[in-house]
């Protein structure tokens, strides 16, 4: 793991300058620590927000570029407002990611930085990750997957860094939650976003509410099923009626990420 960590650092080196598509999330985090510290003032963070991006998971990104003392700025991405996104289509992450590296390249031509990075790792090349793709096209530097850390192995070292997110709970964006097929909207992200609001705040850490229409399905790791069996009514249904949904499911199968990705060939 040390061995991966140096050849991390090594790449970055090599690198001389570079943006870093930052998100406040356990890979990003890391990957802007250790470009920073390798290059300091030549490392550029940029956050890429957007309604697809939850309020908490903004505010946490600005709040840890801040704490490092790194350079970095706050763009407007426009997925929203792109047909070939909203419609979402199995390669949805595609045209999301290509919005944001479109930008930031644009950034790095400006500021004549010669390398985007992302924080893509290893185990990413297991699933199903279209935006990856985008990143290929558009030559997006991926040095956690080069370097060939897994998200445990990042975790670990994120801990021995003092990182507060080595144990942070994966967060993408708001519109994974949304059956492929399923037109998203703006109000349509809020609703998903209040209603995970809600269960983390009944001390819920890792979950996702998918959207199905009219009906929200939980999910939540199996240890904490009986936690909710045991909320009453008004505590956990009535809040999520009120939001707009007419169903409340509990999926029996537990909290896995990318769950709508099943039965998606991986090519």
Not at 102 to 108: H, S
């Amino acid at each position: 793991m040390q061995a991966k960590l140096n050849h991390l650092k090594q790449i970055i080196k090599e690198m001389e300058a570079v943006v870093v598509a930052f998100s406040g999330g356990v890979d990003s985090t890391f990957l802007l620590k250790v470009a920073h510290e390798t290059l300091g003032d030549h490392c550029l963070a940029v956050i890429g927000a957007s309604e697809t991006m939850p309020s908490a998971d903004y505010n946490n990104a600005l709040q840890q570029a801040k704490e490092f003392g790194a350079k970095f700025l706050v763009i407007e991405t426009e997925e929203m407002g792109k047909e070939e996104f909203v419609k979402n289509p199995q390669n949805r992450c595609f045209h999301c990611k290509n919005e944001l590296f479109t930008k930031l390249l644009g950034i790095a031509q400006e500021k004549k930085i010669n390398w985007v990075l992302d924080g893509s790792n290893a185990d990413d090349l297991k699933d199903y990750r279209p935006g990856m793709q985008a990143a290929r096209a558009l030559g997006i530097r991926s040095p956690l997957q080069e370097a060939g850390l897994s998200k445990e192995e990042i975790r670990q070292l994120s801990k021995k860094m003092g990182l507060s997110t080595w144990d942070k709970p994966s967060s993408p964006c708001l519109s994974s939650r949304f059956p492929y097929g399923e037109e998203i909207t703006i109000e349509k992200l809020r609703r998903v976003e209040q209603a995970e609001a809600l269960l983390k705040e009944l001390g819920f850490a890792n979950l996702r509410v998918r959207y199905h229409q009219d009906m929200a399905r939980l999910e939540i790791p199996k240890k904490d099923f009986l936690k909710l069996m045991e909320l009453d009514h008004d505590t956990i249904v009535k809040p999520l009626k009120e939001l707009g949904f007419t169903y409340v499911t509990l999926d029996l199968e537990g909290f896995r990420s990318g769950s709508l990705n099943e039965g998606i060939q991986i090519l």
